[in-house]
């Protein structure tokens, strides 16, 4: 158990649907980050949050959203859902923003969408 | 900005045999490196990590890489793998200014032979 914990492990939905996809960072650590991992794009930068503001974006669509919360978990809104989306969706977190700490990842959610 | 290249997508090794899996960085001063590893149906876990301390780092089960700088280069390797090291492995650049979050690479599927 990494201390990351990610929920729900597994989604199947239909084309057009929104889904909301959890993330608690291991106690302690203030930033946040989304990635999607896909066979042909690899690990994909979707977005970063520290202490409840946004810090960076990366290849994010807009029908994707996304928000830490006061307890500092974090929620990945997908809308509109397309079967391109299908994919694998991590949160990682840190204790801070400096790039030496690496990051502590959780498991995954595995979107599919049918 | 920063990037990482992993060199082959796929290797192959007979169980005993030495691993090294090949990064090479971007970046015009030296970066943070990192080498991650997923399992299958797993999130990726941090296996070692240079933060500009020894050239020479060791992790997590019998792993090390050596930072190069003239050749920009965060090699990985093992000196005996074993059938439990069969996983994806990740090399990721850390940015050294704004967000300073993760670049990762293509990633590189390890595959042991009995």
């Known amino acids: 158990d990494s201390g990351v914990t990610q929920t729900p492990k597994h989604l199947i939905t239909a084309t057009g649907q929104r889904v909301t996809l959890r993330c608690s960072p291991r106690s302690g650590d203030l930033s946040v980050y989304w990635y999607q991992q896909s066979l042909d794009q690899g690990l994909q930068f979707l977005i970063q949050?520290?202490?409840?503001?946004?810090?960076a974006k990366g290849n994010i669509l807009e029908r994707f959203s996304a928000q830490q919360f006061p307890d500092l978990h974090s929620e990945l809104n997908l809308s509109s859902l397309e079967l391109g989306d299908s994919a694998l969706y991590f949160c990682a977190s840190s204790p801070g923003l400096g790039g030496n700490y690496g990051y502590t990842f959780g498991s995954g959610t595995r979107l599919t969408v049918v | 900005a920063q990037s990482v290249t992993q060199l082959g997508s796929h290797v192959s090794v007979s169980e005993g045999a030495l691993v090294l899996l090949r990064c090479n960085y971007s970046s015009s001063v030296p970066p943070y490196l990192f080498w991650y590893v997923q399992y299958p149906n797993q999130g990726l876990q941090l296996l070692l990590k240079y933060t500009s301390a020894a050239t020479l780092v060791k992790g997590i089960n019998g792993f090390e890489a050596e930072f190069k700088k003239s050749e920009t280069s965060f090699h990985l390797t093992k000196p005996s793998a074993h059938m439990s090291d069969a996983a994806e492995y990740f090399c990721?650049?850390?940015?050294?200014?704004?967000?300073?979050?993760?670049?990762f690479g293509q990633g590189t599927r390890l595959t042991i032979n009995p």
């Open positions: 990721a650049v850390s940015e050294l200014q704004g967000a300073q979050k993760l670049v």
């Open positions: 949050y520290y202490n409840g503001e946004e810090r």
